[in-house]
């Protein structure tokens, strides 16, 4: 009985789900400007590699950041942040993911991470990918930087920002 409950609730949501995006249609035209960061290791994993691409639309205040990086520790735990410099010391950080949504590499030693922005990451300055040798993320500075992208290298590109991989 609790599972025909159950599922009557999540048929009603996905229901009223459908119909609010029905209503929902996105901007048309050139609205969307999307933006891509090449990301060099720093640290421990010198063939790491790795792309993060933002898509932001300025018209609707939609931002989304999309990485993908390969030749990192299979199984290890990451955390992905946006930094704001001054000079050579960190001004403050921002924390793409969430130490209650772990980021973990796959058994290929491959991340892939989608996460909506609450800002579009212009006059920020560097995306930043810790890596978390004790398996709990301890925040920025209790993480060691494997990948690095400055975010004033950002190329503009008109290909969809879809979550594929470098290879």
Same mark, same amino acid.
């Given at each position: 009985?609790?599972?025909?409950?159950?599922?009557?609730?999540?048929?009603?949501?996905?229901?009223?789900?459908?119909?609010?995006?029905?209503?929902? #249609?996105?901007?048309?035209?050139?609205?969307?400007?999307?933006?891509?960061?090449?990301?060099?290791?720093?640290?421990?994993?010198?063939?790491?590699?790795?792309?993060?691409?933002?898509?932001?639309?300025?018209?609707?205040?939609?931002?989304?950041?999309?990485?993908?990086?390969?030749?990192?520790?299979?199984?290890?735990?990451? #955390?992905?942040?946006?930094?704001?410099?001054?000079?050579?010391?960190?001004?403050?950080?921002?924390?793409?993911?969430?130490?209650?949504?772990?980021?973990?590499?796959?058994?290929?030693?491959?991340?892939?991470?989608?996460?909506?922005?609450?800002?579009?990451?212009?006059?920020?300055?560097?995306?930043?990918?810790?890596?978390?040798?004790?398996?709990?993320?301890?925040?920025?500075?209790?993480?060691?930087?494997?990948?690095?992208?400055?975010?004033?290298?950002?190329?503009?590109?008109?290909?969809?920002?879809?979550?594929?991989?470098?290879?």
């Amino acid at each position: 009985m609790m599972l025909r409950r159950t599922m009557v609730l999540v048929v009603a949501l996905a229901g009223s789900m459908a119909c609010a995006s029905e209503s929902y #249609s996105p901007p048309e035209g050139g609205a969307w400007q999307l933006a891509r960061v090449y990301l060099s290791p720093t640290g421990p994993f010198r063939e790491a590699t790795g792309v993060t691409v933002f898509a932001c639309n300025l018209a609707e205040t939609q931002h989304r950041l999309q990485l993908y990086a390969e030749k990192v520790r299979p199984g290890a735990l990451y #955390s992905v942040w946006i930094v704001t410099m001054d000079g050579n010391k960190v001004a403050s950080t921002w924390e793409a993911t969430s130490r209650w949504r772990p980021l973990r590499a796959d058994a290929q030693g491959v991340v892939a991470f989608v996460s909506n922005l609450p800002w579009c990451p212009v006059g920020r300055d560097v995306v930043v990918v810790k890596y978390h040798p004790s398996g709990v993320n301890r925040g920025f500075w209790g993480g060691i930087t494997v990948l690095k992208g400055y975010l004033r290298t950002m190329e503009e590109t008109s290909e969809p920002a879809d979550g594929g991989g470098t290879g």
